[in-house]
């Protein structure tokens, strides 16, 4: 099973960069979204892909977060949300359960400019996703993908040191990631590649993409025990649309 995931930082201005072509390109068997900022009936003028079932979740504010997951295969279940109704008001999950595994598409709050919004991520958000998904792994394996907003390593952006306080990569956000694969997952680009220099996001200021000075951000992350099951996963640092590439994983 081919998955794609991508923060497309606005599908209505994605699909005027490309988005649609790529979708169709991709010949992905799902393909996750984050940061749509919209809603269903705001896109009733794009052409999707044919042969994908869509699920959204939007967030009450209009044209802010949001998700979206468009799916060739059929799922036995989907929900939306985390079941935390203080953490699900921004639409930034949904949750597609699958035969052999159960697929959560996330869009994690950013801890934002002077880290106003750190104890919201790592003190609330991180704790109840975390619960989240050891609830859902006990029944069946896990693979959850998106916007994660933190760089693990230093390995994961250009710049650690001037970047140490900074959203993404504080101590807390990153220990917080730590845990989480401690508690039975894996990064699975870090299951195929080991060095630097790899990025899905890069500021759109000073020429950074080309440039190539940027964070590695974007994930899809599985249980240990899908170890096996895991044939590749790769960045696709060449498609332009986001500020963000989209990132892949293909399961046996």
Request: glycine share 8%; with cysteine.
């Amino acid at each position: 099973m081919k998955l794609i995931s991508w923060n497309v930082n606005g599908i209505r201005a994605s699909a005027k960069k490309g988005l649609l072509d790529f979708m169709k390109q991709a010949r992905a068997d799902v393909i996750c979204l984050q940061e749509t900022k919209a809603r269903p009936e705001d896109l009733t003028h794009l052409a999707w892909p044919k042969g994908y079932e869509v699920f959204w979740n939007s967030a009450e504010k209009k044209g802010y977060s949001g998700t979206a997951i468009f799916t060739r295969v059929k799922p036995k279940k989907v929900s939306f949300g985390i079941g935390a109704a203080d953490l699900d008001r921004e639409g930034r999950v949904i949750t597609v359960e699958f035969d052999d595994f159960t697929l959560v598409n996330v869009y994690q709050p950013n801890s934002q400019r002077g880290l106003t919004r750190l104890e919201y991520r790592t003190g609330s958000w991180d704790r109840a996703f975390l619960a989240y998904l050891r609830k859902l792994n006990r029944r069946k394996p896990v693979v959850f993908c998106g916007d994660l907003n933190v760089a693990h390593t230093e390995i994961d952006l250009t710049n650690p040191k001037s970047n140490r306080r900074n959203a993404g990569f504080t101590e807390e956000e990153r220990a917080n990631f730590s845990r989480l694969l401690a508690a039975g997952f894996v990064d699975t680009f870090r299951e195929f590649v080991k060095d630097g220099g790899h990025y899905t996001w890069w500021s759109q200021m000073s020429d950074c993409r080309a440039r190539n000075i940027g964070w590695r951000v974007d994930y899809f992350v599985a249980a240990q025990r899908l170890r096996t099951a895991l044939k590749r996963a790769w960045i696709l640092p060449e498609v332009m649309g986001s500020d963000h590439c989209p990132v892949g994983l293909e399961l046996h």
